[in-house]
């Protein structure tokens, strides 16, 4: 059996070299079936961290659904792209330290100049390598140093599709990544 498929028209090439401004940060709170103090105590954290005013922050209470659950995530938008860094609440894990996480991973995004945070960048070089693959996409991005998620995604690329893919390091650490 045999099946053709046309190349799919939503992976154009792909340039994220740079994030333009930070042009906003949001907080946002996602907070069901627990007690809403602890959403509160994750934005009291990061206002204290940051500085950031109230308007900045929101906490969303889902009604149907099927258990607890907590997730902190902060928007960081800027010109060209919005990174959001997340982090879940567990069992055992304070209110504020789980705010914490978030903020540290935000934290980082913003010291640097990068467009690609670390948990994006494996997320986007499957499509960037299919694009290739169909002969209509590739990009390159710049991002923070690669994690070994990422890294590995670059390996399957390079096995499964036979594509090249290159990345460089600037002397902090940051990389440009290049497929196809």
């Known amino acids: 059996m045999w099946c053709v498929a046309d190349a799919p028209y939503w992976l154009d090439r792909l340039e994220l070299i740079g994030r333009g401004k930070i042009r906003a940060h949001r907080v946002r ?28 922050f929101a906490i969303e209470e889902p009604r149907d659904v099927c258990g607890p659950g907590n997730v902190v995530m902060i928007e960081l938008e800027a010109e060209n792209v ?3 860094c997340t982090s879940f ?7 504020e ?5 978030a903020l540290r991973e ?9 467009p690609v945070g670390r948990h994006l960048a494996d997320q986007i070089m ?5 694009g290739v693959y169909f002969g209509t996409g590739g990009g390159a991005f710049r991002t923070l140093s690669l994690s070994a998620h990422a ?4 390996e399957i690329l390079r096995h499964f599709l036979e594509l090249e ?10 990389c440009l990544v290049q497929i196809g």
């Open 82 to 84: 919005t990174e959001v």
């Open 151 to 154: 890294t590995t995604h670059l």
């Open 165 to 174: 893919t290159k990345v460089d390091h600037d002397s902090r650490g940051n």
């Open 97 to 101: 330290d789980v705010a914490l996480e």
């Open 106 to 114: 935000a934290e980082e995004y913003l010291a640097s100049d990068v």
């Open 126 to 130: 499957l499509p960037l390598g299919v």
């Open 29 to 56: 709170v996602l907070l069901a079936n627990l007690p809403r103090h602890i959403a509160e105590r994750e934005c009291r954290t990061i206002a204290q961290h940051t500085g950031w005013g109230e308007d900045c």
């Open 89 to 95: 609440g567990r069992i055992g894990v304070k209110a």
